[in-house]
């Protein structure tokens, strides 16, 4: 048998390895960004109004000291609140649609279902309308984002491949 021969499944094996899991793709291509690390990540009050790393949605920064259940929430939520969450790696999905927007909703609540679950067995993701995002839907975990008009389920899929990448509390269980 030649060496190639020999050689050949363990590169096969290689191969496949390379591409799992332990590999999240570039989600460049679909608009998904990476901002700098926070100059601080300090807990605040939740009172307080200067949290965030004054990106639109923020990202990463400093945060209110409380989480957010992770479910489907129907009112607006405190951006420093859930800027904790993401720290601990959570991800959160928000819409802007002051008329209602039902179907988008769903659609959100569907992927929600796809990130990870703590150990208490509750999916690590918050889906919130928020009126101030620039986009009618946008996707977020520590340092990364992601806005359109429209839910994109690839996109959304890609996001969660890096769920936990960057988060400095990653892998945290959420109160459901």
């Known amino acids: ?11 096969l094996l290689s191969s496949l390895l390379a591409c ?9 291509r679909y608009g998904i960004t990476l901002s700098p690390p926070p100059a601080t990540a300090r807990h605040l009050t ?8 004054g990106q639109n949605p923020p990202t990463s920064g400093d945060h209110c000291g409380d989480t957010l259940r992770c479910r489907v929430h129907d009112t607006e939520q405190n ?6 969450n993401l720290e601990h790696g959570h991800a959160v999905f928000l819409y802007n649609c002051p008329e209602g927007c039902p179907e988008l909703v769903a659609t959100l ?21 928020d009126s101030r995002i620039p986009t009618r839907v946008a996707g977020l975990l520590w ?5 359109a008009d429209a839910p994109d389920a690839n996109a959304i899929r890609c996001l969660l491949q890096h769920q936990d990448a960057e988060a400095p509390e990653p892998e945290l269980a959420c109160l459901p």
């Open 143 to 147: 340092r990364r984002s992601w806005g």
């Open 20 to 28: 799992g899991p332990s590999d999240p793709e570039d989600c460049s």
């Open 46 to 53: 939740c009172t307080s109004t200067a949290c965030g790393d």
């Open 79 to 84: 951006r420093c609140v859930w800027l904790h």
């Open 1 to 11: 048998m030649s060496l190639l021969h020999r050689a050949l499944p363990a590169l």
């Open 109 to 129: 609540e569907s992927l929600r279902q796809e990130a990870k679950t703590g150990g208490n067995g509750v999916i690590r993701a918050i889906v919130a309308p």
